[in-house]
């Protein structure tokens, strides 16, 4: 079984009265593992979990999708908390070992904020880029292969070699294989919306697809670019949906008109069994 709870989106379920955020972060309940998915852009994901009655400090573990600060900055609050209570295990970080490159948009810095080095105290390091079990069914991806469309750069990295186009290599995602299929949560879809479907079939050999829960990074879509996505979708047996986070207005009423496109937002807890 797998419980998700949607800590921080751009979105809040009315009459709940969370915060809310251009960031994401989700806790993950599967089996007897804990895991939080990304820490959103401050510490508004603490507030809202501690008024959801969920206890951050019994996490086995924090997963990054991507080394942007919407998903990663929070984390410095994170730490914040854990130097004020007693933590009764020390969490397991997973992410892509690229994590931590030097990462620009637009003359802004949106790389994360704490470095290896940094993290390396509070946490147990597990960074693959190939694919691993986190808990009974449920797989960090690693880095994503181009097998249905190509990616693009978002932004710069800047290191010793000077400054190139950042096709974010090292966003990853989740997937669950359910008795009722694959349950896929990503962060952003840099990697391609589609890519991360079909690899998410790879790595667990289970090519039924309950649901895709995230960020989409589907922004100001050609037509083109939405009626590729939604045959793709289609024709891997796609049908419910709960995009969120940057995934905007125009993609998800094209996506609704084909498939069972759910609410997100804070607060929106979702069990799948």
Known sequence: ????????????????YYLGEPGLSFWIDCGDKKFLFDTGYSDVFIRNAAW???DLTLMD??????????????????VSLFDRRELSRRPQLT???????????????IGTMMGAEALGRYFDLALSAEPRELAPGLWWLGEIPEAVAPRRA?????????ERDDYCLDDSALAYAGPEGLVIVTGCSHSGIC?????????????????VVGGFHMLSSSPEELAAV???????????????HCTDFAAKAALSREFCVAECGVGLRISYR
């Not at 079984?1 to 709940?16: A, H, K, P, Q, V």
């Not at 573990?61 to 994170?78: A, K, M, P």
């Not at 998410?200 to 309950?210: K, Q, S």
Request: glycine share 12%; with cysteine.
């Open 154 to 162: 978002v932004g710069k990295i800047i290191d010793s070699d000077g």
């Open 61 to 78: 573990g924090l997963v990054y999708s991507h080394g942007h600060n919407d998903h990663t900055w929070g984390t410095h609050s994170l």
């Open 1 to 16: 079984m797998l419980d998700l709870s949607i800590l921080t989106d751009n979105n809040t379920l009315i009459d709940r």
């Open 195 to 211: 890519n991360i479907i079909e690899w998410a079939g790879e790595v667990t050999g289970e090519r039924r697809i309950a649901d």
């Open 95 to 109: 992410a892509h070992p690229l994590v931590f490159e030097n990462k620009t948009h637009g003359g802004l810095t």
């Open 52 to 54: 959801m009655g969920i």
């Open 230 to 244: 939604i045959a793709y979708m289609k024709s891997a047996g796609v049908t419910r949906l709960h995009p969120c």
